[in-house]
T-cell receptor, first 115, second 113 residues
Framework: AQKITQTQPGMFVQEKEAVTLDCTYD???????LFWYKQPSSGEMIFLIYQGSYDQQNATEGRYSLNFQKARKSANLVISASQLGDSAMYFCAMRDYFGNEKLTFGTGTRLTIIP | DTGVSQNPRHKITKRGQNVTFRCDPISEHNRLYWYRQTLGQGPEFLTYFQNEAQLEKSRLLSDRFSAERPKGSFSTLEIQRTEQGDSAMYLC???????????FGPGTRLTVT
């Protein structure tokens, strides 16, 4: 069974600073994908970034990067130069590629950017 | 591009009533998913369609829940004889066959009184 663990229930970060949101995962499948989603107070889940288990390089999308450490089973999200609009819940998720389509989510981290 | 849309956005119902939610995926996305999210938790998978075929169902989807996607486009999720424990946000997502990410709609918030 897959499991995602996010140990930081909440974080406060000064505007323009970088922030790292932690995510560890557990799976016995060799082929899997890792995702980060942002959920503002409006409720919609916004896809941010994807990392495949066989990808050699860490994924980057604009100010978002995924620090993928396969041996440690961690997939931390790094947001550079944080902005007030980054305040939201952030969820780490994974899926495997052996017949499963579902995403398994963690419990999330609430990020608050302080001006 | 039009994103995933869901209707209604909010639904308040009395225990024992039936409710139906609708999801319109991104056009040409042939995969459609339903998730449920309760307060303080991440979304939990309910079911998945590829075109009109329902290919995967979670154990969370009890006999009171049914989902359809009759023409491979929009989908409906019906809950019969609602219970207070059904109160949650119901999220729909879609994805193309070739992509990895699932793109979510704004959700339907259900409150059962």
């Amino acid at each position: 069974a897959q499991k995602i663990t996010q140990t930081q229930p909440g974080m406060f970060v000064q505007e323009k600073e970088a922030v790292t949101l932690d995510c560890t995962y557990d799976t016995s499948d060799p082929s899997y994908g890792l995702f980060w989603y942002k959920q503002p107070s409006s409720g919609e889940m916004i896809f941010l970034i994807y990392q495949g288990s066989y990808d050699q390089q860490n994924a980057t999308e604009g100010r978002y990067s995924l620090n993928f450490q396969k041996a440690r089973k961690s997939a931390n999200l790094v947001i550079s130069a944080s902005q007030l609009g980054d305040s939201a819940m952030y969820f780490c998720a994974m899926r495997d590629y052996f017949g499963n389509e579902k995403l398994t989510f963690g419990t999330g981290t609430r990020l608050t950017i302080i001006p | 591009d039009t994103g995933v849309s869901q209707n209604p956005r909010h639904k308040i119902t009395k225990r024992g009533q039936n409710v139906t939610f609708r999801c319109d995926p991104i056009s040409e996305h042939n995969r459609l998913y339903w998730y449920r999210q309760t307060l303080g938790q991440g979304p939990e998978f309910l079911t998945y369609f590829q075109n009109e075929a329902q290919l995967e169902k979670s154990r969370l989807l009890s006999d009171r829940f049914s989902a359809e996607r009759p023409k491979g486009s929009f989908s409906t999720l019906e809950i019969q004889r609602t219970e207070q424990g059904d109160s949650a946000m119901y999220l729909c997502a879609s994805s193309p066959v070739s992509g990895h990410a699932q793109y979510f709609g704004p959700g339907t918030r259900l409150t059962v009184t």
